[in-house]
T-cell receptor, first 112, second 115 residues
Framework: EDQVTQSPEALRLQEGESSSLNCSYT??????LFWYRQDPGKGPEFLFT?????EEKKKERLKATLTKKESFLHITAPKPEDSATYLC?????????????WGAGTKLIIKP | ETGVTQTPRHLVMGMTNKKSLKCEQH?????MYWYKQSAKKPLELMFV???????ENNSVPSRFSPECPNSSHLFLHLHTLQPEDSALYLC??????????????FGPGTRLTVL
């Protein structure tokens, strides 16, 4: 069964303390992996799409990487405004399948 | 207006009420989605429309009824809901071309409380 698992469930860091969030997946035929950021009471905000192992994408303090089994969202020198829930989703399948398989998210709290 | 908009942002309804959620996308996409988001659970896909045609209904109870009059507007009609239907309802849109991986763009959501 296709599955996406995010860890940890929650992460508390001090401002400036770099760390990584994990998204592991077991799917057949990865087509794309997506990272989103969600603030409380708001809809998810698209961050990155990764298509193949070895690919990297960067945006400000965030860098997303992809291997054949997992993706990492690296946060360098985070600030309190980086506090949010980060969601990972995967599109997979050999035939025409546009549905995304979602992880439950990692809640990131950055303390000043 | 830009992106994906949803109204209302908050809705409290009784179990016997009928209400509708509205979504509009200004991104020129051809696919629209309804999701349900409950605390600490992955997003649950409810319905998908591609060029106004419903292409997915993930075993959603009939008390939820979607409507897509054109590729920019999407509605979710609600009637005789249950308290367990209380959640954040999210609308999203994307391009859809076969199985190509296009990102979905989300609205702010409607926080629904069923009393």
């Amino acid at each position: 069964e296709d599955q996406v698992t995010q860890s940890p469930e929650a992460l508390r860091l001090q401002e400036g303390e770099s760390s990584s969030l994990n998204c592991s997946y077991t799917v057949s035929g990865l087509r794309g992996l997506f990272w989103y950021r969600q603030d409380p009471g708001k809809g998810p905000e698209f961050l990155f799409t990764l298509y193949s192992a070895g690919e990297e994408k960067k945006k400000e303090r965030l860098k997303a990487t992809l291997t054949k089994k997992e993706s990492f969202l690296h946060i360098t020198a985070p600030k309190p405004e980086d506090s949010a829930t980060y969601l990972c989703a995967v599109q997979a399948g050999e035939d025409s399948n546009y549905q995304l398989i979602w992880g439950a998210g990692t809640k990131l709290i950055i303390k000043p | 207006e830009t992106g994906v908009t949803q109204t209302p942002r908050h809705l409290v309804m009784g179990m016997t009420n009928k209400k509708s959620l509205k979504c509009e996308q200004h991104l020129g996409h051809n696919a629209m989605y309804w999701y349900k988001q409950s605390a600490k659970k992955p997003l649950e896909l409810m319905f998908v429309y591609n060029f106004k045609e419903q292409t997915e209904n993930n075993s959603v109870p009939s008390r939820f009824s979607p409507e897509c009059p054109n590729s920019s507007h999407l509605f979710l009609h609600l009637h005789t809901l249950q308290p367990e239907d209380s959640a954040l309802y999210l609308c999203a849109s994307s391009q859809m071309n076969g199985a190509s991986p296009y990102a979905q763009y989300f609205g702010p959501g409607t926080r629904l409380t069923v009393l």
